[in-house]
């Protein structure tokens, strides 16, 4: 390891930033640990604007050694807009009519930031349109268990559990909308 990260930074110097990724890239298979290989891989991504891989890197780096914080706010940052690529991404699957792909972008999304309501409502209303009624279901109640009761994602609940012919579950549910909904007496 320590003659591949001395090639890599001769590469780097050299102006050949690709090769220089692989080399250093090189250098974290050889010793996955090697922190000054990752930063360099953090920082090369984040500048490429490939926030998905500087985010792993970061977080790779803050494995093993306490990140500078600086750093934690590009590890944070380098996440955020990795989330919101894939969130864009989903997006644009899902106006395509390609909803498999969105399903797939979604859940990666999901993988990187798994107690965010709002991406499993994103995922819960392709699996719905996908006819996957128990995903969907599922997803609904995460997105309510992470942010709360939410008319929307209930409204949606009572249609899956329709769909299912769960009719007993979906007319309480109604019922328990229709009573939080109602205008107080006073």
Not at 139 to 144: H, L
């Amino acid at each position: 390891p320590p003659l591949l990260l001395l090639q890599a930074y001769v590469i780097l110097y050299r102006g050949r930033e690709s090769d220089a990724f692989r080399q250093f890239a090189a250098v974290t298979a050889a010793d996955p640990k090697n922190r000054i290989a990752l930063y360099y891989l953090a920082e090369m991504s984040f500048s490429r604007n490939d926030f998905a891989s500087a985010a792993d890197y970061y977080s790779r780096l803050s494995e093993v050694t306490s990140l500078q914080p600086e750093l934690e706010v590009k590890r944070q940052k380098a996440q955020l807009l990795a989330v919101d690529s894939l969130v864009r991404d989903g997006a644009n699957a899902e106006t395509a009519g390609r909803l498999t792909d969105a399903e797939a972008i979604y859940r990666r999304a999901l993988e990187s930031a798994p107690s965010e309501p709002v991406l499993h409502g994103l995922l819960a209303s392709v699996l719905e349109r996908q006819r996957n009624w128990e995903g969907a279901l599922s997803e609904y109640r995460r997105q309510i268990g992470l942010a709360g009761p939410n008319d929307d994602a209930q409204r949606h609940i009572v249609e899956i559990l329709t769909n299912l012919g769960r009719t007993e579950e979906a007319q309480a549910l109604t019922q328990r909308l229709g009573e939080a909904s109602a205008p107080d007496d006073e």
